[in-house]
C-alpha cells in the first residue's frame, strides 16, 4: 500500500482533517461546494461517493486526495479507475435511519473482498457503533488482519444531547471518542475519529489516540461557500494547537 504522501505526512503528525460530503450524496453542486470548502479551508483530504462522475468533478475542483466511500466491493474498482486515491467502507451513518445494520461479520466481509480486488490501494474501514465497545475492538483488530489500512470510528447518530452549545457538542461526539481512545490502544494502525465531530471535540479526538478527524455534516449542511470554508479552517486552527494526550 502506497499512501498520498500528504496524507501520510498528516497521519504522521495526527492532524489529519477528512471533509465528507456524504456517501450517498450524489448530488454535484452540493458535493462541489464540500470539495472547494475542504480545498481552500486546508484540509487534508476530501471524501465522496463512489461515482466515477463525482471523482471525475472533485478532481477538477483540488489537488487534495479523493476518498470514495461505498459498501460495494465492486464500486470501488470503478472509482479507482476513475482516480480514487483512496477508500472507505462505510461509514454507516446515513443507512440508520433506513433500518440498514451492518454487522461485523457484513464488514469483514466486506473489507476481505474488497482487498481481494484491490491489493494496494489505501483502504479505510469504518466499524459500525451499534456494536459493544469491545466488539467494535475486536472488528478492528480482525479488519487490520484483513488488510484495512486505516480505521474509522462513528457514533454520531446513536447520540441523543441532552444540552446545547459546547455541552451538547461533546455529548454528541462522545461514542466515536469512547471508540476512538479504545481501538487506538489496540491497533497498530491510524484512526479516523468521525460521526458527530465538530471544531470543538477535534482536538479531544486526536487527545483520545486518533490520527485525525472525519467531518461531514457540521461543514456540508452549511449553506454558504464562506460559512463551509471558514468552518473547514475552524477545524485546522483546532488540532494546530493539539499537544496533550489522554492516558
Known amino acids: ?13 495526527r492532524r489529519v482533517i477528512k471533509i465528507i460530503s456524504g456517501l450517498n450524496n450524489f448530488d454535484a453542486d452540493r458535493v462541489a461546494a464540500t470539495v472547494i470548502a475542504a480545498d481552500r479551508g486546508g484540509a487534508t483530504f476530501v471524501d465522496i461517493a463512489a461515482e466515477p462522475e463525482l471523482i471525475k468533478l472533485a478532481r477538477s475542483l483540488t489537488d487534495l486526495p479523493i476518498c470514495v466511500s461505498a459498501v460495494a466491493p ?6 479507482q479507475e476513475a482516480g480514487a486515491d483512496l477508500i472507505e467502507i462505510g461509514n ?8 440498514r445494520r451492518f454487522e461485523a461479520a457484513e464488514v469483514l466481509a466486506l473489507t476481505q473482498a474488497t ?11 469504518t466499524v459500525p457503533h451499534i456494536l459493544e465497545l ?7 483488530e480482525e479488519l487490520v488482519k484483513a488488510g484495512a489500512d486505516i480505521i474509522q470510528t462513528e457514533g454520531g447518530t446513536s447520540s441523543q444531547p441532552a444540552h446545547s452549545g459546547t455541552l451538547g457538542l461533546i455529548e454528541k461526539a462522545a461514542p466515536t471518542l469512547a471508540a476512538a481512545y479504545e ?3 489496540a491497533v497498530s494502525v491510524p484512526v479516523l475519529c468521525a460521526s458527530g465531530i465538530s471544531s470543538v471535540t477535534a482536538p479531544l479526538a486526536i487527545a483520545a489516540g486518533a490520527a485525525g478527524v472525519g467531518v461531514g455534516s457540521a461543514i456540508n449542511q452549511l449553506n454558504s461557500e464562506v460559512a463551509m470554508i471558514a468552518a ?3 477545524l485546522v486552527d483546532a488540532l494546530a494547537t493539539r499537544n496533550y494526550t489522554l492516558v
Not at 1 to 13: D, S, V
Open 1 to 13: 500500500m502506497t499512501m498520498h504522501l500528504k496524507m501520510q505526512r498528516a497521519f504522521e503528525q
Open 74 to 79: 465492486e464500486k470501488f474498482v470503478i472509482a
Open 92 to 99: 454507516f451513518d446515513s443507512f440508520y435511519a433506513q433500518g
Open 115 to 125: 482487498r481481494s480486488r484491490l491489493p494496494n490501494i489505501t483502504l479505510s474501514v
Open 134 to 140: 469491545d466488539q467494535q475492538v475486536q472488528l478492528a
Open 183 to 185: 481501538i487506538s490502544r
Open 232 to 234: 473547514v479552517r475552524g
